[in-house]
């Protein structure tokens, strides 16, 4: 974790990934938090992130452009 900011309704944590994975990856954090000092009782959040391969965007926008050549060339 890089830094940790807390208000009164919510408390945010960044952090970074040094290298992007070349493939797609989820990301699940699992964390529990007291919801009153007063109190025992715990609440559980569960965290999801989507890290999108890097290399899915130039692979996509080749597709698109294949597929608008494509036509052109048949007609050639």
Known sequence: ????RATENETTYNFTVPELPSDEHH?????TAAQEKSRDTVAVCQV???IASSAIRPVM???VI???????LQFA
Do not use: G, K
């Not at 974790?1 to 940790?4: A, E, G």
């Not at 990301?27 to 964390?31: A, G, I, P, Q």
């Not at 294949?66 to 052109?72: D, K």
């Open 27 to 31: 990301l699940h954090v699992n964390c």
């Open 66 to 72: 294949l597929s608008l050549i494509a036509p052109l």
């Open 61 to 63: 926008a080749a597709s």
């Open 1 to 4: 974790v890089d830094s940790s």
């Open 48 to 50: 999801f992130f989507h």
